[in-house]
């Protein structure tokens, strides 16, 4: 096959304690996961999930004990923050039942939904895509993905993050309101998962606005931490 142009690297994520990397191919996210959350963006009770997507080259890979750094993006004035358990697929299917759906996870991750809150708003008021909002350059930093027979990810798993050294944003994994098997079974009715496809499952309550300077510690029980400053 004859290119016009050299393809770009595939986007890639680092895997925990080895020198391979995950190819990323499709990058779904959850919104309003966890109750409060939900409840602070204006969502009542357990309501079906929903999805949107960012691009593969959305990730910005952290090496463990890394500081990363994510430039403050254009065009906005309210840059948030969102701390979020990552599922990395490894087996592909199309209406996944929720009692055969960790057999497809190949790992987990931490990571950070960085969100143009107020594109965001703006695209909600007029009915229009959240793209601008949710899919812009390095919007999905992540830490490196841990094999699920590596980790110890226990389903009360705290969820964390600093800013500064203060808590912004703190649960358990238990308090999602759709399960890990459920997002992945419910995501795969409307999408053929494919080996490489990352979900970020929502965020706990304490969404919040960063500034240049700000230093972004994000961590998962069992999983690391990752650390991100806004330059």
């Not at 895509?129 to 980790?151: E, L, N």
């Not at 238990?174 to 098997?181: V, Y």
Request: hydrophobic share 45%; glycine share 10%.
């Amino acid at each position: 096959m004859q290119f016009v142009f050299p393809p770009p690297a595939p986007a890639a994520v680092p895997v925990a304690g080895d020198s391979v990397f995950f190819p990323v191919h499709r990058i779904y996210c959850v919104g309003r996961n966890y109750a409060e959350h939900a409840r602070e963006m204006g969502g009542t009770g357990r309501e079906a999930p929903f999805f949107f997507m960012k691009p593969a080259d959305a990730v910005l890979p952290v090496p463990i004990g890394a500081i990363g750094q994510m430039a403050y993006p254009t065009q906005t004035a309210d840059l948030q923050h969102e701390i979020e358990l990552v599922i990395a697929v490894g087996k592909g299917g199309h209406d996944i039942d929720a009692e055969a759906a960790l057999q497809h996870v190949w790992g987990y991750a931490v990571g950070l939904d960085m969100t143009r809150r107020d594109l965001q708003g703006e695209a909600k008021k007029l009915g229009r895509p959240w793209c601008t909002g949710k899919g812009f350059d390095y919007s999905a930093p992540i830490g490196p993905i841990h094999r699920v027979a590596q980790c110890a990810l226990a389903a009360n798993a705290s969820i964390e993050l600093k800013v500064n050294g203060s808590v912004r944003q703190h649960s358990t994994l238990d308090q999602l309101i759709w399960s890990i098997p459920e997002i992945i079974a419910y995501c795969s009715k409307f999408y053929a998962l494919q080996p490489g496809d990352l979900i970020f499952t929502g965020t706990p309550a304490g969404v919040a606005a960063v500034a240049p300077g700000d230093l972004l510690e994000g961590a998962i029980a069992g999983l690391g931490a990752l650390s991100l400053r806004i330059v």
